[in-house]
Nanobody, 125 residues
Framework: VQLQASGGGLVQAGGSLRLFCAAS????????MGWFRQAPGKEREFVVA????????YYADSVKGRFTVSRDDAKRSVYLQMNSLKPEDTAVYYC???????????????????WGQGTQVTVSS
């Protein structure tokens, strides 16, 4: 499975961006997809995870109410709508996937088997 993240860019505080993660290759029909982010000098941080059906989501408290995750009908990609962006949201954003069903470990980056290359999000103050 290959994951390709895109949609990052430079935006002013309070603005919005939409990230996109496309899966290709031997995609999994029962996979959890997640978004993580990593700022310079910091550990990779969980942002959100979504179940295969899209019916179950889990957000980090830091983005709850501002970010929204969704999956498309083909089940081969996931979107992250980011609103009310803050300078502290600046990071490289990574999408990840795993074939196991949604569980309590979805917030742990070590749980995921597949990763995309990352896309830079920069929020200016």
């Amino acid at each position: 499975v290959q994951l390709q993240a895109s949609g990052g860019g430079l935006v002013q505080a309070g603005g919005s961006l939409r990230l996109f993660c496309a899966a290709s290759g031997r995609t999994m029909t029962t996979s959890v997809m997640g978004w993580f982010r990593q700022a310079p000098g910091k550990e990779r941080e969980f942002v959100v995870a979504v179940s295969w059906s899209g019916s179950t989501t889990y957000y980090a408290d830091s983005v709850k109410g501002r970010f929204t995750v969704s999956r498309d009908d083909a089940k081969r990609s996931v979107y992250l709508q980011m609103n009310s962006l803050k300078p502290e949201d600046t990071a490289v954003y990574y999408c990840a996937a795993d074939k196991r069903s949604f569980q309590s470990d979805v917030g742990d980056p070590r749980w995921y088997d597949f990763w995309g290359q990352g896309t830079q999000v920069t929020v200016s103050s």
